[in-house]
């Protein structure tokens, strides 16, 4: 069963291009027709995309690697946020900064200044600064929990990306692609869909179009999650039984060992002298009677 359907992505507005003179010819297996010097998107293809890119982050998910969210349009800010908390991806939706993948030590050094000012926070730092450094401070805190506070928890680089409007955000593809990183897109009839490995053509500047879509994709990582928690439990559960059939069949060998170990050994046979035969006897009286 599919996880959208025509009805839905149709009404959510998901089919509107761009003007036909803004078009990229690259898209044009994508286009259904044009109207009214607007392209339309093929729903058709559109609902096959989804489900494609679905099960694909479904099994990365499933697989406990990261995918990051990246959005810093308007319209697609909040529901970049929401729908990427709900499964507890990270994201970035104020500004992508040049390099946060391909620089990603240095991300992660500047991430770790969060941390030193939150640390001056609780171990009584702060009440030892004046007001102006109190207030620098506070002042770049907050700028980094703007542009970075989505990602302080990625302590390595993710697995895919998730894009909306890839040509707002081609530094991110461009990124992405340079590392070998997969890359799903919401991409619009300007939008060049070459470079990217996921494609799903659909109006990329209709929030609703973008929460339908962005749904579809986040209900599939949630199931590969809930599905690799189900495993991890079997896991955990088989292993258990098996160590407690170790500890159960342990004493056993323990008891038997220990009934072999105390059992007397058998005493060794007592060396007896060999009885002597006629011959020797006879040859000693005939010797007594020579002497006598």
Not at 77 to 82: C, L, R
Not at 120 to 133: F, I, Q, S, V
């Amino acid at each position: 069963m599919s996880r959208t359907n025509f009805d839905q992505l149709l009404q959510a507005g998901a089919h509107f291009g761009h003007l036909s003179r803004k078009w990229n010819p690259a898209m044009a297996p994508y286009i259904f027709m044009e109207r009214n010097g607007i392209h339309i998107i093929d729903l058709n293809k559109t609902v096959v995309k989804v489900d494609e890119a679905a099960n694909a982050l479904k099994q990365i998910a499933k697989a406990g690697k990261k995918i990051l969210f990246v959005s810093t349009k308007k319209q697609a800010k909040d529901v970049i946020a929401e729908k990427a908390t709900s499964v507890g991806m990270p994201y970035v939706n104020e500004r992508w900064a040049g390099g946060t993948l391909t620089n990603f030590p240095t991300i992660r050094r500047t991430i770790k200044k969060m941390a030193t000012i939150d640390k001056m926070m609780t171990d009584g730092t702060y009440a030892n600064l004046n007001k102006r450094e109190l207030l620098q401070i506070t002042r770049q805190r907050a700028k980094l929990e703007k542009n970075l506070g989505s990602i302080v928890d990625l302590t390595r680089l993710p697995s895919a990306l998730f894009v909306v409007d890839v040509l707002k955000e081609n530094i991110a593809v461009r990124e992405a692609n340079k590392l070998g990183i997969p890359v799903f897109a919401m991409v619009d009839t300007n939008s060049d869909p070459r470079n990217i490995d996921f494609v799903i053509p659909s109006n990329d500047d209709a929030k609703d179009a973008i929460d339908v879509i962005l749904t579809a994709c986040c209900q599939a990582i949630a199931e590969g999650l809930a599905e690799r928690k189900v495993e991890k439990a079997d896991e955990k559960a088989a292993q258990e039984q098996e160590e407690t059939e170790t500890l159960e069949a342990k004493p056993k060998r323990t008891r038997r060992a220990r009934k072999s170990e105390s059992a007397p050994a058998p005493a060794a046979p007592a060396e007896t002298e060999p009885a002597p035969d006629e011959t020797t006897i006879v040859d000693a009286e005939t010797s007594k009677a020579s002497v006598l």
